[in-house]
T-cell receptor, first 111, second 116 residues
Framework: KQEVTQIPAALSVPEGENLVLNCSFT??????LQWFRQDPGKGLTSLLL?????REQTSGRLNASLDKSSGRSTLYIAASQPGDSATYLC??????????FGSGTKLNVKP | DTGVSQDPRHKITKRGQNVTFRCDPI?????LYWYRQTLGQGPEFLTY????????KSRLLSDRFSAERPKGSFSTLEIQRTEQGDSAMYLC??????????????FGNGTRLTVT
């Protein structure tokens, strides 16, 4: 069974700092990995999807990397802002219906 | 693209009552998923549809839970004889494509169920 772990569970940083969120998974037989953002009481918003053949994806201040062989992904957020405060979740896809989610990292960016 | 919509946003019910939630996926999305999320945890898979066919159900989905997607468009999730342990956020997601493994998941804002 695929296990997805996100460390740390919570992170607090001052505004403007660059930061890295981590996601690890136990089974490297994945099709892709997707990063999501979740605001309190809301659903998940897709941020980036990295296919298994890719090493990284970028969108604005976000950069996600994937090392499938070691079972790791990172989400890099540049020049963090208070509006980035949210919970960030990663999910790996094994087939059409199997998505395995981590428990998330709760990020607080202090003004 | 109006996104995935879920109704209601919040539902408070007494133990033993039945509840039904609705999900409208992004139009033309073939695949529809239901997940359950409790506080501090990631979403847990409940069931998924390819068009109108329900192709997989999690062992989490007891016989009190039933889901339908009658015309391959919107879906409903019904919980009968609710229990306090059913209190959670119920999330619906959809994705495009029957053969594209790299179609991203799009989530709705969820239905927050509280069983008293």
């Amino acid at each position: 069974k695929q296990e997805v772990t996100q460390i740390p569970a919570a992170l607090s940083v001052p505004e403007g700092e660059n930061l890295v969120l981590n996601c690890s998974f136990t089974d490297s037989a994945i099709y892709n990995l997707q990063w999501f953002r979740q605001d309190p009481g809301k659903g998940l918003t897709s941020l980036l999807l990295i296919q298994s053949s890719q090493r990284e994806q970028t969108s604005g201040r976000l950069n996600a990397s994937l090392d499938k062989s070691s079972g790791r992904s990172t989400l890099y957020i540049a020049a963090s802002q208070p509006g980035d405060s949210a919970t960030y979740l990663c999910a790996v896809r094994r087939n059409f219906n199997k998505f395995y989610f981590g428990s998330g990292t709760k990020l607080n960016v202090k003004p | 693209d109006t996104g995935v919509s879920q109704d209601p946003r919040h539902k408070i019910t007494k133990r033993g009552q039945n509840v039904t939630f609705r999900c409208d996926p992004i139009s033309e999305h073939n695949r529809l998923y239901w997940y359950r999320q409790t506080l501090g945890q990631g979403p847990e898979f409940l069931t998924y549809f390819q068009n109108e066919a329900q192709l997989e159900k999690s062992r989490l989905l007891s016989d009190r839970f039933s889901a339908e997607r009658p015309k391959g468009s919107f879906s409903t999730l019904e919980i009968q004889r609710t229990e306090q342990g059913d209190s959670a956020m119920y999330l619906c997601a959809s994705s495009l494509g029957l053969v594209d493994y790299n179609s991203p998941l799009h989530f709705g804002n969820g239905t927050r169920l509280t069983v008293t």
